[in-house]
């Protein structure tokens, strides 16, 4: 079997590192792989040995028509068995013109929860013979919008969870990286978007009271609100314990030393940071948007509280700051769920059986 990927990020947040995994997997399991992403982008580095051929044609932006002439060319070159969009950015409505053009099966995964136009919903689904939902809350978005459901399936994110799990190498890390051993070390793990809330955190964080001990909050991730986050940080009085610590590649490493984790999203597909929190057994608070209630079970893992509720917020993480067997014990749940529904593995063998089923019904018909 041989698939084109198609990933139009620059960056390896969740999404690109699912593709990652993904076609790393595929690879082991006999499938040749083809990538197309932009120049200069870090998937095709990170790729590089696990596709036969990857294009990183120069592009002027996100909906640059070029894409359609470039997907156009390797699927006339190169004659895959099908191709799989993995990203919006343009790739999904060009990648699914260009694949009818050329009678190539097209599998097009969705990893973010909100309702999307009436016109992209009647070019891109209509033509697209798979939709890939990586939970059942966005499929459940899709399906909303008069989506064929035969066409719809949800296959989840997952991650290695040998690699993110438990160390018991917590106080070196602390040390290592200067965090006091009476601290609470507090994480949020995403990019500075607005719709990863860190505002909402920012402002619950001044509301904690001083009977806890001293706590430190790192900011894992960048983007664009980071200059105003910086300045929401000092106009609170937090800037001594808040660290802009940016993107990491020690995650494995430095998250079963957190004591808690903090993902305040207003609008999330399903989380991968999320996932690997809670592989490595830490709490979790979390808002029940999109698919975060497949991975935080409140009361379980961790706490669900409202979208945009600072009040609410502030009082989940008093409630689990103050209480170390509490955190332990949802800690522990949570890597059973993770265990019990989203490895990689899992991840990687529902993406296959979607190619295989749709191959089978292309070549019956």
């Known amino acids: 079997m041989k698939v084109l990927h198609v990933e139009n990020g620059r960056h390896l947040y969740g999404g690109a590192l699912q593709v990652v995994s993904l076609v790393h997997g595929l690879k082991q399991r006999g499938v040749d792989n083809l990538l197309l992403c932009p120049a200069g982008s870090a998937i095709g580095e990170r790729l590089a040995g696990d596709v036969s051929e990857c294009y990183d044609p120069p592009l002027g932006g996100e909906i640059d028509p070029r894409l359609y002439v470039h997907i156009g060319h390797i699927l006339r070159e190169q004659r895959p068995d099908l191709i799989h969009l993995h990203s919006r950015r343009g790739a999904d409505l060009w990648g699914v013109l260009a694949a009818r053009r050329h009678r190539v099966p097209v599998v097009l995964s969705r990893r973010v929860d909100n309702i999307e136009a009436r016109i992209g919903v009647a070019i891109k689904y209509r033509l697209a013979d798979r939709i890939v939902t990586i939970s059942e809350g966005i499929r459940r978005v899709v399906l909303s919008q008069g989506v064929d459901p035969t066409k719809v399936i949800c296959v989840p994110s997952?991650?290695?969870?040998?690699?993110?799990?438990?160390?018991?190498?917590?106080?070196?890390?602390?040390?290592?990286?200067?965090?006091?051993?009476?601290?609470?070390?507090?994480?949020?793990?995403?990019?500075?978007?607005?719709?990863?809330?860190?505002?909402?955190?920012?402002?619950?964080?001044?509301?904690?009271?001083?009977?806890?001990?001293?706590?430190?909050?790192?900011?894992?991730?960048?983007?664009?609100?980071?200059?105003?986050?910086?300045?929401?940080?000092?106009?609170?009085?937090?800037?001594?314990?808040?660290?802009?610590?940016?993107?990491?590649?020690?995650?494995?490493?430095?998250?079963?030393?957190?004591?808690?984790?903090?993902?305040?999203?207003?609008?999330?597909?399903?989380?991968?940071?999320?996932?690997?929190?809670?592989?490595?057994?830490?709490?979790?608070?979390?808002?029940?948007?999109?698919?975060?209630?497949?991975?935080?079970?409140?009361?379980?893992?961790?706490?669900?509280?409202?979208?945009?509720?600072?009040?609410?917020?502030?009082?989940?993480?008093?409630?689990?700051?103050?209480?170390?067997?509490?955190?332990?014990?949802?800690?522990?749940?949570?890597?059973?769920?993770?265990?019990?529904?989203?490895?990689?593995?899992?991840?990687?063998?529902?993406?296959?059986?979607?190619?295989?089923?749709?191959?089978?019904?292309?070549?019956?018909?």
């Open 158 to 365: 997952g991650i290695d969870t040998q690699r993110y799990r438990p160390h018991g190498q917590n106080a070196d890390v602390r040390r290592e990286l200067d965090i006091p051993d009476d601290a609470l070390w507090i994480a949020v793990v995403s990019q500075l978007i607005e719709r990863k809330g860190h505002r909402y955190l920012f402002d619950a964080l001044a509301q904690l009271n001083a009977d806890l001990p001293p706590w430190t909050l790192w900011v894992l991730g960048k983007g664009p609100l980071e200059d105003a986050l910086r300045r929401q940080a000092a106009d609170l009085n937090l800037q001594d314990h808040i660290c802009f610590a940016g993107f990491r590649d020690d995650l494995p490493r430095l998250l079963p030393a957190l004591d808690l984790v903090v993902h305040p999203a207003t609008m999330e597909g399903l989380g991968v940071s999320l996932l690997q929190a809670a592989a490595s057994e830490v709490p979790i608070i979390a808002c029940p948007v999109g698919g975060i209630p497949e991975i935080v079970h409140t009361e379980v893992n961790g706490l669900l509280v409202p979208p945009a509720n600072t009040d609410a917020l502030a009082e989940a993480m008093k409630r689990l700051l103050s209480d170390a067997e509490l955190r332990r014990t949802m800690g522990a749940r949570g890597r059973q769920i993770v265990l019990n529904g989203f490895s990689d593995n899992s991840m990687i063998e529902g993406n296959l059986a979607v190619y295989r089923d749709l191959l089978k019904q292309r070549k019956t018909r």
